[in-house]
Structures are given as structure tokens and as C-alpha cells.
């Protein structure tokens, strides 16, 4: 699953994209899994920039939500990037 993740800080808008690691930290820190059926929801795309922009080295309060109640402002939109044909060996004589 790649989702393709616009944050917008102020006027700044920056780019970002999940990745195995992102969704795997979101899944064990919020105790879901993406196929539970539950949808994706705003605190779920919080927890994913929260932890994208850790890793890029940004200095963040320890939580999503404490990063969320300190800039209640920010605006995530999402978008599926995920590859619907991830390789020709996978769509090979279908």
C-alpha cells in the first residue's frame, strides 16, 4: 500500500508517500491493521506524516497527537499511489 500524502503547513504544501515502515509503525502503534475494514480516517493520515516526517529528521513532540494539538491547522490530503499492476511476472497470462 503507497499513498501519496500533501501536507499543508501555513502556505507551504510538501509531499510525502508511505511507505512498508510508516504503515507497519501505524499498525503497531495504533494496534490496527489494513485489512480490518475499518477505512482510513484523519488520525490515521496524522499518524502517518507524524512519523514520515520523524524519520526525515524534524524535531516533533513524541506523539502524533501532541503534534496534531500543536498545529490543529495542518491539512493532509491523500491519494492511493499504489501500483495496480506491481510487476509483468504478476500480470503475466492473466
Known amino acids: 500500500m503507497k ?4 501536507l499543508t ?3 507551504v504544501t510538501e509531499q ?3 511507505n512498508l515502515f510508516v504503515i507497519a509503525e501505524w499498525e503497531r502503534l495504533e494496534n490496527r491493521r489494513v485489512s480490518d475494514g475499518r477505512g482510513i480516517g484523519a488520525s490515521d493520515l496524522a499518524c502517518w506524516v ?3 516526517l520523524t524519520i526525515k529528521g524534524e524535531k516533533l ?5 501532541e ?3 500543536q498545529n ?7 491519494e492511493d499511489a499504489t501500483d495496480p499492476n ?3 511476472a504478476a500480470t503475466a497470462g492473466n
Request: no cysteine; hydrophobic share 40%; proline share 10%.
Open 3 to 6: 499513498i501519496k500524502l500533501s
Open 9 to 11: 503547513r501555513g502556505e
Open 16 to 18: 510525502l508517500s508511505t
Open 50 to 52: 507524524h512519523t514520515l
Open 61 to 65: 513532540p513524541a506523539t502524533w497527537r
Open 67 to 69: 503534534w496534531l494539538k
Open 72 to 78: 490543529p491547522d495542518v491539512e493532509i490530503a491523500a
Open 86 to 88: 506491481p510487476t509483468d
